[in-house]
């Protein structure tokens, strides 16, 4: 199945939605092995699908920022540029990345934890407004100690058009918020463009993953086709 044949099967059509992508910064490893290359090619893939254009990306830390649009046919580039970072010595420390990821570590706040819900806060002032509904891929490596602001990000978002496709695979020892959604929405009925994937980055087949972005699709899908029927 083609990530285009998904949507169409959805009841997706191209052009009528918007599709963000939004990477944690939280942690350095990420970036030194694939995860969030892999992330970002199926990101692609399902703006390829879903929206007029490439998804926008931002990426936060401690506060979040947006990064240069990914150019048509350049994807390679964008994607060495700012996703890929040589494994940190262990006794060079001083030795700086030249790519632009790299050089933006400072400027952007990265790897030294991050927040969530602020990221949330300003991707909900960046698009609160849209006139397409919003798919928001957000990326979350960490949310300890954030649960309640989480849950009142996604309160003040509830009526917004946006829809918060969390991935992450989070520490199963202690539950998040994230894994607490159908409770949140018996307190909150309102909270329902908000949903939880916890296999984003499985290691997985090429045959396998147009599958894979199909379940992240899938729960948004439900949610348009509800907020149309309101």
């Not at 998904?6 to 970036?31: C, I, Q």
């Not at 996604?154 to 829809?163: H, M, R």
Request: with cysteine; glycine share 6%.
């Amino acid at each position: 199945m083609t990530m285009r044949l998904a949507a169409r099967v959805s009841g997706l059509r191209k052009g009528e939605s918007k599709v963000v992508l939004v990477l944690s910064g939280d942690r350095r490893a990420p970036f030194e092995g694939e995860r969030i290359r892999r992330t970002v090619h199926r990101a692609v893939r399902i703006a390829e699908a879903l929206d007029s254009s490439l998804p926008d990306v931002w990426i936060y830390g401690t506060d979040c920022h947006r990064l240069p649009a990914i150019q048509s046919g350049s994807l390679g580039t964008w994607i060495a540029d700012w996703t890929v970072l040589a494994r940190k010595p262990v006794f060079d420390e001083s030795r700086v990345d030249s790519n632009p990821l790299g050089r933006s570590v400072r400027e952007y706040g990265l790897f030294e934890g991050g927040s969530v819900a602020g990221a949330m806060e300003a991707l909900r002032k960046e698009y609160g407004a849209s006139r397409l509904p919003v798919l928001v891929l957000f990326h979350v490596e960490s949310m300890e100690g954030e649960d309640s602001r989480v849950a009142r990000q996604l309160e003040k978002a509830s009526g917004s058009p946006l829809f918060w496709q969390f991935l992450a695979q989070l520490d199963e020892t202690s539950w998040s918020v994230l894994d607490r959604l159908d409770d949140l929405r018996q307190e909150r009925p309102s909270i329902v463009n908000a949903h939880y994937n916890s296999s984003w980055n499985m290691d997985i087949s090429a045959g396998l993953d147009a599958f894979q972005q199909y379940a992240m699709i899938k729960p948004y899908a439900r949610w348009v086709r509800e907020s149309r029927r309101r």
